[in-house]
């Protein structure tokens, strides 16, 4: 298993385009987040997976956001009608163990996919 | 106001020297505090965590939690040049729960 995997590393798309990243966990992970970094600051939640249901999707998400994890394997980020303001880095992380498990703390995260809007 | 406070620095130290980074937090709910280390162009790694308050040590790192306070810190010693980084600093809720992020201190160590 070579970690987490996303896909493209980089889009480039025009102002009201929709675009979709695809993120591979590490296999016996059960555990996916999805996160947005922008320039200067820290990862910002958008939503989690415990295999392959949503259990918590951020407020500040607008319904222009969808995630899915079909088979609690890989997960789709969708963004439809792109914005300016929805350029950053998009960060998939996976973890082993839900619950109080310490497993949960520990996140290994993707390299990212950037997102920049024209 | 941010669930989570960092200053984001930039913070730069010569080489050899003692680094503390730290974070506030607003939310008595947190129970497992994290810090993680995040290179230009990657994505973050964990460091090291703790549960609840006290202190641990992992090699020339040590990270404390003061619940009481809502304070958390992280000590670097004989800082070398290979840790100029961000460092994040993460907590969550005991259960199922999601993790937040401070917004990150960018540490430069000086050769």
């Known amino acids: 298993d070579t970690g987490v995997s996303q896909d493209p590393r980089h889009k480039i798309t025009k102002r009201g385009q929709n675009v979709t990243f695809r993120c591979d966990p590490i296999s016996e992970h059960n555990r996916l987040y999805w996160y947005r970094q922008t320039l200067g600051q820290g990862p910002e939640f958008l939503t989690y997976f415990q295999n392959e249901a949503q259990l918590e999707k951020s407020r500040l998400l607008s319904d222009r956001f969808s995630a899915e994890r079909p088979k609690g394997s890989f997960s789709t980020l969708e963004i439809q009608r792109t914005e300016q303001g929805d350029s950053a880095m998009y960060l998939c992380?996976?973890?082993?163990?839900?619950?109080?498990?310490?497993?949960?703390?520990?996140?290994?995260f993707g390299a990212g996919s950037r997102l920049t809007v024209l | 106001q941010k669930e989570v406070e960092q200053d984001p620095g930039p913070l730069s130290v010569p080489e050899g020297a003692i680094v503390s980074l730290n974070c506030t937090y607003s939310n008595s709910a947190f129970q497992y505090f994290m810090w993680y280390r995040q290179y230009s162009r990657k994505g973050p790694e964990l460091l090291m965590y703790t549960y609840s308050s006290g202190n641990k040590e992992d090699g020339r790192f040590t990270a404390q939690v003061d619940k009481s306070s809502k304070y958390i810190s992280l000590f670097i010693r004989d800082s070398q040049p290979s840790d100029s980084a961000t460092y994040l600093c993460?907590?969550?809720?005991?259960?199922?729960?999601?993790?937040?992020f401070g917004s990150g201190t960018r540490l430069s160590i000086r050769p």
């Open positions: 992380a996976s973890s082993l163990n839900g619950g109080t498990g310490s497993g949960a703390n520990v996140l290994t």
């Open positions: 993460a907590m969550r809720g005991s259960s199922a729960s999601k993790i937040i």
